[in-house]
Structures are given as C-alpha cells and as structure tokens.
C-alpha cells in the first residue's frame, strides 16, 4: 500500500495542478481588449446591442460595450480602428471583402419583415406597380441597399429593364414630403417612417419590400478585420457569445425590445409600439450570404462572381 505521506503529497499536487489547470482556462478565456466600441445608427436596426447592453450580456462576458454613432462610411471606420465592429448591410460587407478588404462576420443585426419597408407614391400617380417604374426617380436611403436590389431583381425577373430607373439617394425623413410635392416619383419607405406616412395620407404602397421570397431579407450585421480576430480571439469570442444571447432575447421579447426604442431614437414609445418590426433571427446564420451573393451575380454589381468570406468559428 502507498505510504500515507506519499498519498498526501500526491493529493496535494494533483490539486495544486488542476487549479492551475483551471487558473489557465480562466486566463485563456479573459477577453483582450475588454473595452469595446460599437458602431450604430439611432435607428430601429441595432435593437440587439442595446438589448444586450440592458440584459448584461456583454457584461457577463467580461466586456465594457460602448454604442457611438457612425460616420457615412461604416466600414472604413471598423478598417480604420475607430470602432471595433459596427452595423453594414451585407451586400457592403461582400462587395468589401471582394475588393480585397479583410473582414469576417460576427454577429447580424435583423433582417427585413413583411410591411416593415413599402414603396410608395403619391395617391394620384400613375404608378401602379413596380414596372411602372421604368424612367421614374426613386428616393433610396443607399444605392446597392435592400431597395433598389429588390426592386431591380423583380424586374429583372420579368425582363423589365430597371437600367432605366433613376435612383436618388435620400434621408428617409426626407422622403414624404418630396415625394409628396412631386420631387421623386416614388419612394423605398420604412420603418419606423412607413407607420405615421401611412396613417398621414396622401401616399399610397405599390409594393411590400420584404414579401414573397425576399421576407426575412437579410439586412444588417457586425463585421471584424481578421487582424482584430487574429489579435483578439477570446474578445471576439465573448462578442459572439454576447450578440448570440441578445439575438435570442430580441427574437422572444419583442415588447422588451419595442420599449428600448425610445431609448436610443427618436420614437416616441406610442409610435415604438406600433411599427413592424424588422426580424432579429433567433441565431445568426450566414449560409444567407449566399443568396446575398447569387443575388449581386444577377445584377452584375461585380465583374465576376462574387467570392463569399471565410467564417469565424462558433463559441
């Protein structure tokens, strides 16, 4: 039999090495940078970061989030440094990386929903549907964004030349009284503006955005530099875990996340609690950028077939 010092010692020493064991797994785990910025928009979008801050998620995960609003150009301010993700629609993020710019995706935002975005004209036009388009000016809150995409690929479909469709960049707060004293003559209208235009008048919808095949359209998510991942693996890691929790939360508390609104922008909460939501998907999957990338090869908004990004592993 073992001595019974020796049975001690060896005791004492299998405990001393597990708890450095778990001393180190704890050190591994501790995010790099525990300070973190992200960038956003005072709009209905980014619900998840502040639902998360509200919970504690990023709090849970060692991190210190910081919100601050974003310059006209999202991605050069994640590439630049000034933020360490930020919100851009995917169809920016892939034209991004295929122009050779070094981002993974970490988190999405929301997609779009059925009666969250209309295009709309005015209630005498002779715009009845989206074919009536051709030759017009159309107000767009971004050129290569969910509106004018959806709006090209169904004609496209139809063999309708939406070449010819002038597009105008325009401030969604901008859009109805334009389009109402004859400025555009039609407008990509959506929440939370699309609620009050409605019920105000005037205006009518040729078309929901985000029904039939485009309904949970992809819209808005968080990328990283892959030296920022390569830097900083546990501070990305804990993100995800974060924004995966505050997805999940977002997708089963839709009252909790119509209240948050008013804390961030400019709705009122009579007005929060009325909109269509866009939809925060209960998990983020980025098998969708496939359809994202199959739908700009069918516009041609790239000289050859646009390349899809590598992916960050799940934690």
């Not at 235009?197 to 990328?223: C, H, M, N, T």
């Not at 925060?280 to 000289?303: E, G, T, V, W, Y």
């Amino acid at each position: 039999m073992m001595p019974a010092m020796l049975r001690v010692a060896l005791a004492v020493a299998t405990s001393t090495f597990c708890l450095s064991a778990m001393s180190a797994a704890a050190q591994q785990a501790t995010p790099e940078k525990p300070n973190i910025t992200i960038g956003v928009f005072p709009t209905t979008n980014y619900g998840v970061v502040y639902i998360s801050l509200k919970q504690g998620f990023f709090r849970d995960e060692g991190l210190n989030v910081t919100p601050r609003v974003m310059g006209a150009n999202p991605i050069a301010g994640i590439v630049g440094g000034d933020f360490d993700t930020g919100g851009v629609t995917w169809t920016a993020f892939l034209l991004a990386t295929n122009r050779g710019i070094p981002l993974l995706p970490l988190s999405e935002a929301d997609r779009g929903a059925k009666g969250q975005t209309h295009i709309m004209v005015k209630e005498d036009s002779s715009i009845k549907s989206l074919d009536d388009l051709v030759g017009k000016k159309v107000a767009v809150v971004t050129l290569g964004g969910a509106c004018d995409m959806i709006i090209n690929d169904k004609l496209r479909e139809r063999k309708v030349d939406y070449k010819k469709i002038g597009y105008t960049v325009m401030g969604v707060p901008e859009m109805a009284p334009t389009l109402l004293r004859g400025g555009v003559d039609a407008a990509c209208i959506p929440e939370p503006a699309y609620t009050p235009v409605a019920a105000q008048g005037g205006l009518r919808s040729i078309y929901d955005l985000f029904s039939d095949e485009y309904d949970k359209f992809p819209l808005i998510g968080f990328p990283v530099t892959e030296q920022f991942a390569k830097n900083n693996p546990n501070t990305v890691a804990a993100l995800q875990r974060a924004l995966a929790k505050g997805l999940a939360y977002a997708n089963n508390n839709p009252q909790e996340l119509r209240a948050i609104f008013p804390t961030y922008t400019s709705l009122s909460p009579d007005l929060a609690g009325k909109i269509t939501l866009s939809f925060n998907p209960p998990k983020s999957d980025f098998s969708f950028l496939k359809s994202i990338a199959d739908l700009m090869d069918r516009l041609q908004m790239l000289p050859g077939k646009t390349r899809l990004p590598a992916l960050l592993p799940e934690k």
